[in-house]
């Protein structure tokens, strides 16, 4: 991922705790606040755009079981688990949402939030770019 992205990434994560959910509805990524369960706890505009799901559908419930079954696999569902119980996770990787409409290589960075006992999903493009152009031509997904 491109320095200038890296930095721009850490300095949303850094400021997400602190952020209302109208910040978090203007940010050019898709952000997901989870729970240690799962649960999901904020769930920004974009990603509601980019997933064809309205936020309140998406908030409280499970992520990796009602949202994004998908997910549920070693590479992302097993990182974070780990995380959890650690306490701490700090880690990016590719991931393919394989939708049947529309399926979409992402770059997903998951952060655990010792204050708030939470974790972090920042998705971007597969680069690290934001992905705010996709959601503004039109592209969705669904989960």
């Keep these: 991922m491109p320095n200038r992205y890296k930095q721009q990434i850490d300095k949303v994560l850094?400021?997400?705790?602190h952020m209302t959910p109208d910040e978090l509805d203007r940010l050019p990524y898709g952000m997901i606040q989870l729970d240690s369960s799962g649960r999901i706890l904020n769930y920004n505009a974009l990603e509601s755009s980019l997933a064809s799901l309205s936020?309140?559908?998406?908030?409280?419930?499970?992520?990796f079981t009602e949202i994004a079954p998908?997910?549920?696999?070693?590479e992302f569902y097993g990182r974070?688990?780990?995380?959890?119980?650690?306490?701490?996770l700090d880690t990016?990787?590719?991931?393919?949402?394989a939708f049947?409409?529309?399926?979409?290589?992402?770059?997903?960075?998951?952060?655990?939030s010792k204050r708030t006992r939470t974790v972090w999903v920042l998705i971007s493009d597969q680069e690290g770019k934001p992905l705010a152009a996709a959601a503004a031509s039109g592209e969705t997904t669904n989960a």
Aim: charged fraction near 35%; aromatic fraction near 14%; proline fraction near 2%.
């Design 14 to 17: 850094e400021a997400a705790d």
């Design 55 to 63: 936020k309140e559908d998406a908030i409280g419930k499970q992520f």
């Design 70 to 74: 998908c997910t549920r696999v070693q």
């Design 80 to 88: 974070f688990k780990e995380g959890v119980i650690r306490e701490a």
């Design 92 to 97: 990016s990787f590719h991931f393919h949402f």
């Design 100 to 112: 049947k409409q529309n399926p979409r290589d992402v770059t997903v960075r998951l952060l655990y």
